[in-house]
């Protein structure tokens, strides 16, 4: 089941300084393609619409990215996640082909094991006054979904705080939901954490 009510947006404008001097996105695994390649093709099992955010002189093809993947240029991605955040969600917003779209799903570009279900249970929540994120084992993860709502705020972020203080901000219209899923924490930071991915052994249906 796929949806276009959520826009999926995946962060891969970061400088990933932790995984050393290979570009992360492009690291090898057990995935077809690149790192970046493989947790696009995650989001996209779940949601019709989605957007990849690159810095302003990726060359997606070098990152194992299709030439008709939608792309959000960050330009001051050196500043953060926060600055990146802000540009992407000016961006979603000005987009006449997502006027209808009620939420978005923001996703990691190093972040490959979400399962299938958990990102539809997710879509089948979300709507556009509330804040939803994945629980495993009492541990927040990824995607955020962020209504619609909250969209003309994430536009003024900057920095590398993202969007934690507008989550605090909002206790009312902030929802947690436990999911049967590790790969919601699973993010590839350094090369030592590619040996803790196994290969997937298909999603359980919900």
Known sequence: MHSERVVAVIMAAGSSRRFGEEDKRRASGPWEGTLLGASLAKAREAFAC????????????????ADDTPL???TRAEHGLGASLAEAFAALSQDPSL??????????????TI??????????????????RPCHAGRPGHPVLFGRAFWAALTCLDGDAGARRLIRQHPERYREFEVDDPGILLDIDTPADLKRITPPDGDATR
């Open 99 to 112: 006027a209808d779209v009620q939420a978005a799903a923001i996703l990691l570009g190093d972040m490959p």
């Open 50 to 65: 989605h957007r990849v955010v690159l810095r302003r002189r990726d060359d997606p093809a070098c990152l194992g990215l």
């Open 115 to 132: 399962r299938r279900d958990t990102l539809l249970h997710l879509q089948r929540l979300a709507d556009a006054e509330h804040i939803l």
């Open 72 to 74: 959000i240029r960050a």
